[in-house]
C-alpha cells in the first residue's frame, strides 16, 4: 500500500458536492481566464484550476475508496492511486501532479502569473476534469 498522507473517511455519498464544487471552481478559472486582461494577474485563473483539481480528485477519492486527501494537497495523487489502483491512468496522475507542484507559488508567491501558464493549466484540468467526470458518472454521480 502506498503511503497517502492524511485522509479522512467520509461517506461517499459526499463525492456528489465535491463535484459540484470542482464544476464551479472549473466554471471560474474558465471565467477568469476570459478577463484575464482585466485582472493583469493570471494567478487567480490557475489558482481557481488547481482547486478545481483538487476538488476533482476529491470526488473520485469519495466515491471510489470513501476517503477524501486532508491538509497536503501534494499528496492527493499518491490517494489517488491508492484508491484506484492500476486504473488510474498514468497521465491523469501526471496532470493532477503537474497542477499541484504549482498551487503554493500560484496562491501564495509574490509573482505575477502568466497567461501562456494560464492557457497551459486551464488545458490540464479541462483533461482531467473530463476524466474524472467520466467516472464519476459510471459512480452514478453527475450528468
Same mark, same amino acid.
Not at 503511503?3 to 474558465?30: C, F, M, Q, V
Not at 486527501?69 to 488510474?88: E, I, M, P, S, W
Not at 496522475?93 to 497542477?99: A, F, I, T
Not at 498551487?103 to 488545458?123: C, H, M, N, P
Given at each position: ?9 467520509? /461517506?461517499?455519498?459526499?463525492? =456528489?458536492?465535491?463535484? #459540484?464544487?470542482?464544476?464551479?471552481? +472549473?466554471?471560474? !478559472?474558465?471565467? %477568469? $481566464? ?23 480528485? /476529491?470526488?473520485?477519492?469519495? =466515491?471510489?475508496?470513501? #476517503?477524501?486527501?486532508?491538509?497536503? +494537497?501534494?499528496? !492527493?495523487?499518491? %490517494? $489517488? ?32 502569473? #502568466? ?29
Amino acid at each position: 500500500m502506498t503511503k497517502t498522507g492524511a485522509y479522512k473517511n467520509i /461517506d461517499p455519498s459526499e463525492a =456528489a458536492g465535491r463535484l #459540484r464544487k470542482a464544476r464551479a471552481y +472549473h466554471e471560474a !478559472a474558465k471565467l %477568469l $481566464l476570459e478577463h484575464g486582461d482585466f485582472l493583469g494577474d493570471a494567478d487567480p485563473v490557475m489558482s481557481n484550476a488547481i482547486l478545481a483539481a483538487i476538488a476533482y480528485a /476529491d470526488a473520485v477519492t469519495i =466515491a471510489y475508496g470513501g #476517503r477524501m486527501n486532508q491538509k497536503d +494537497h501534494a499528496t !492527493a495523487t499518491k %490517494l $489517488l492511486r491508492d484508491v484506484l489502483g492500476k486504473t488510474l491512468p498514468d497521465a491523469q496522475e501526471r496532470r493532477l501532479g503537474k497542477m499541484l507542484k504549482q498551487k503554493d507559488e500560484v496562491q501564495y508567491g509574490g509573482s505575477f502569473g #502568466r497567461t501562456d501558464a494560464a492557457l497551459q493549466i486551464v488545458g490540464e484540468l479541462y483533461e482531467f476534469g473530463e476524466w474524472a467526470q467520466q467516472i464519476l458518472k459510471e459512480r452514478g454521480f453527475g450528468a
